[in-house]
């Protein structure tokens, strides 16, 4: 058999094999990803407080701090292998957040650091943040150009 | 007629096993050689600890059966890895003939059924049949980054960090390789890469049918039936797939993988991986065999022929499954 005959597989073994797969519990998912993405925002406003008042920044500054805080909050999680402990319990609520993208990227940094430092952790380092850059730098410019002929 | 019957009967006289923590806290933890206390093995890589637990196998089959290198007439071993490396640099640390196998995670039963086959020829003496996995190295290569904090799927398995070895010789023990079936590559069309039990089980029930159909044995012929590693999910299904065409392995099937781990935190279905079966069969289902509480076993490890490429392109899940008879005699 070749090609296109493959495609005659068997569908009631596949329709009987879905039947037996565990359910996604998705109110526990949702609440859990609730509290700790929840959480790692109430960090995030904490940081911005306390720059706030202690550093007397604001507007944009203030804002960039704070990313580049939770950032490496994120990153250092991750190298002390705590990160994904977190994003297994809580799922979408800590990979949604900036810490979560921030772990994607040192993940895998870590992970190919074995095969040296240009080949290995700097070639790997965006093999999961690849993506989100890519279709978030395409989704900005889009609705940059929207923006622009409104 | 798939299936070989040995007539000299080949033995199986000693193995060597090793497991990391998470598996030694499960059922094979008192039978195998080394407990590992941390999964790195002493070693800077998760692949050179993989290649490291395989050559330990390797060498303390041997040395179980005070046998020296020269005794030695072949190495027949493979693993997870692409271009099956682990195998290959353990071989490097020996100086015996290597002949590299790989059928996914029926390596050890597809390893065992070859050194037989040889053995059984008389072409040599002794031969020993071995593989390994590691989960890091596993994941890696299949998966995500260990530290990336994404969630695994219900059906998910966890690949065991394990090797396990076995010395296949002429004589010298009561334990027999009495007949071997040779697994046909089965897909039944399943995508899913986090559902290995799913995809495998299809190929194990048709190895198994095969099996009984060439020996005309029954499944209460023998004590017990071990597959590879299905994981819960995939015996289930094995049970009812095997039981529709008259079949039934119930009262004596069990699966290496479902038993392997004893605490439920990500494991999910159970374990999978070569070592999986590697670990299980060399230490706790041989050592059962030993005892004489177990007689008759027939063993096949299942194996998913995939790689990350396959699947990216869509392709479903090609699988198999070799399957060996281990009987006291």
């Known amino acids: 058999m070749t090609g296109k005959n493959r495609q005659n597989y068997n569908k009631n073994y596949i329709d009987y094999v879905h039947s037996f797969e565990p359910p996604t519990k998705h109110f526990k998912n949702c609440f859990r990803a609730f509290l700790v993405g929840g959480l790692i925002c109430c960090v995030g406003q904490f940081f911005r407080y306390i720059l706030e008042s202690a550093f007397s920044l604001s507007g944009d500054e203030l804002a960039g701090t704070v990313s580049i805080l939770l950032i490496f909050v994120g990153t250092l999680l991750t190298g002390f292998g705590v990160y994904d402990r977190i994003g297994r319990n809580a799922g979408a609520g800590s990979i949604v957040p900036i810490t979560g993208f921030a772990n994607s990227v040192a993940s895998p940094a870590i992970e190919f650091k074995t095969e040296g430092m240009i080949y290995g952790m700097a070639a790997k380092m965006f093999i999961v943040a690849g993506p989100i850059i890519v279709f978030g730098v395409l989704a900005g410019t889009l609705v940059g150009l929207i923006y622009l002929f409104l | ?329």
């Open chain 2, 1 to 329: 007629m798939h299936t070989i019957f040995f007539k000299n009967k080949p033995r199986i006289i000693s193995t060597g096993t090793i497991a990391g923590p998470k598996e030694c806290a499960g059922i094979v933890g008192q039978y195998v050689d080394k407990a590992l206390p941390d999964d790195t093995f002493g070693e800077s890589t998760y692949e050179k600890a993989e290649c490291k637990m395989l050559t330990y196998a390797i060498s303390k089959a041997m040395e179980n059966a005070a046998c020296k290198e020269e005794d030695i007439d072949m190495l027949i071993s493979g693993d997870l890895l692409n271009q099956i490396i682990s195998a290959s640099f353990a071989a490097r640390d020996f100086n015996i003939p290597f002949l590299g196998v790989y059928s996914a995670c029926s390596t050890m039963s597809e390893s065992m059924a070859v050194a037989a086959s040889l053995i059984d020829g008389g072409y040599f003496q002794k031969i020993v049949a071995a593989t390994g996995s590691h989960f890091s190295s596993a994941e890696r290569q299949y998966r995500y980054p260990l530290e990336l904090g994404n969630t695994r799927p219900p059906q998910s398995q966890w690949t065991v960090t394990g090797a396990g070895a076995t010395l296949i010789a002429n004589q010298g023990s009561d334990i027999a390789i009495t007949c071997a079936t040779f697994g046909k590559v089965v897909d039944f069309g399943i995508t899913d890469v986090n559902n290995m039990g799913a995809a495998m089980c299809p190929a194990v029930a048709s190895s198994l049918l095969q099996h009984f159909r060439d020996t005309g044995r029954k499944p209460e012929y023998y004590d017990l039936i071990v597959t590879g590693d299905l994981g819960a999910l995939g015996s289930r299904l094995l049970k009812d797939l095997t039981w529709e065409k008259g079949v039934d392995i119930q009262p004596n099937h069990v699966d290496c993988g479902e038993i392997i781990y004893n605490v439920v935190e990500d494991e999910f279905q159970g374990g999978s991986g070569a070592g999986c079966s590697a670990v299980v069969f060399n230490s706790y289902i041989l050592d059962k065999i030993k005892k004489r509480e177990l007689n008759k076993v027939l063993f096949a490890a299942t194996g998913a022929l995939l790689s990350t490429v396959s699947s990216g392109q869509g392709e479903s899940i090609p699988c198999i499954s070799h399957v060996v008879a281990i009987e006291n005699v």
